[in-house]
């Protein structure tokens, strides 16, 4: 029987490779982003296609979509928790007010669609959270400071909520991805530091070659991903994480292992 998905951040990017490949899988699935025509127009003629609007900093409309999907289709099976951007750049660049709407689109408008539709996964006791989060919610680096740490913190959170919602049934999902090729790093969709600061000019210069030389390029296939996620959320046991692409896996393995010595290290000090 065809389940019922409910995506965000459905217009572009891995978004919408992703309510692709769960329409190509005969789901049905509700595709959202802020505006419904530009979801519309980035599909063509799919009849389990159900397009709207959803701004994911709006727990109001997050609650509205989550009720009106499950009152519709009597359920939300799977929630792929997509939307996001990147504020990229060094930290003193930015302002406050970039920071915190970085944790406005990444954290908190997440948290809302995942508090809007966790209780309907609760009263039929399942349901799958898909998260995509990031191999920068593992590794941080210069340039990704604040990405990261709005990344860093949806694994936090969504790590401890998905022993939470265990009991019920509820699976999770947290996807790790490396670069992909989307509009991620595009002026459509990347904010950079704005604040002139002479001391890291050099290093932001050579940052912002590095991001325009990536821009287009980048080694994963978003369509790839997209349909790995479909079939792992067919599984009865999936497994809980999911990093894909082989810079994903060296950057998260060299920070495990630079822990690991840490760890062992702390002993000697302790
Ligand atoms: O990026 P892009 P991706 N409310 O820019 C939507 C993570 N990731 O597909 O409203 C609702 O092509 C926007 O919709 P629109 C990344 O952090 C990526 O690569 O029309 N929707 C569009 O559909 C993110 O979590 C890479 O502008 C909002 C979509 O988000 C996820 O993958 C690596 C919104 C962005 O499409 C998808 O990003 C990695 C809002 N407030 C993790 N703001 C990578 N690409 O390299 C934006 O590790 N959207």
């Known amino acids: 029987m065809s389940k019922v998905w409910l995506v965000t951040g459905a217009s572009r990017g891995l978004g919408r490779e992703i309510a692709r490949a769960a329409l190509d899988a005969g789901e049905t699935v509700v595709a959202t982003a802020r505006s419904a025509d530009a979801v519309r127009a980035a599909f063509g003629d799919y009849d389990?296609?159900?397009a709207r609007a959803l701004d994911i900093t709006d727990a109001e409309a997050a609650n509205t979509a989550a009720a009106e999907t499950a009152e519709r289709f009597g359920a939300i099976d799977v929630l792929v928790n997509n939307a996001g951007y990147a504020e990229l750049g060094f930290f003193?660049?930015?302002?406050?007010?970039?920071v915190r709407r970085q944790f406005e689109v990444n954290l908190f408008g997440t948290m809302n669609v995942a508090r809007a539709v966790a209780p309907h996964m609760r009263r039929r006791r399942a349901g799958l959270i898909v998260t995509i989060s990031s191999v920068s919610g593992l590794v941080s680096n210069g340039g990704g400071a604040v990405y990261s740490a709005s990344k860093f913190a949806v694994e936090g959170w969504m790590e401890g909520f998905a022993q939470e919602l265990a009991p019920f049934g509820i699976r999770s999902l947290l996807v790790e991805p490396g670069m992909l090729r989307t509009d991620f790093m595009d002026g459509k969709s990347a904010s950079f530091g704005s604040i002139d600061i002479p001391d890291y000019a050099e290093a932001i210069a050579q940052y912002r070659?590095?991001?325009d030389g990536a821009n287009g390029n980048q080694p994963g296939d978003p369509k790839r991903l997209a349909a790995r996620i479909v079939a792992l959320a067919a599984q009865d046991e999936a497994p809980s994480r999911f990093v894909f692409g082989d810079d994903a896996r060296q950057w998260a393995g060299a920070k495990v292992a630079q822990l690991q010595q840490e760890i062992a290290r702390s002993a000697d000090y302790d």
């Open 209 to 211: 070659a590095f991001v």
């Open 92 to 98: 003193e660049t930015f302002t406050d007010e970039a």
């Open 48 to 50: 389990r296609l159900h």
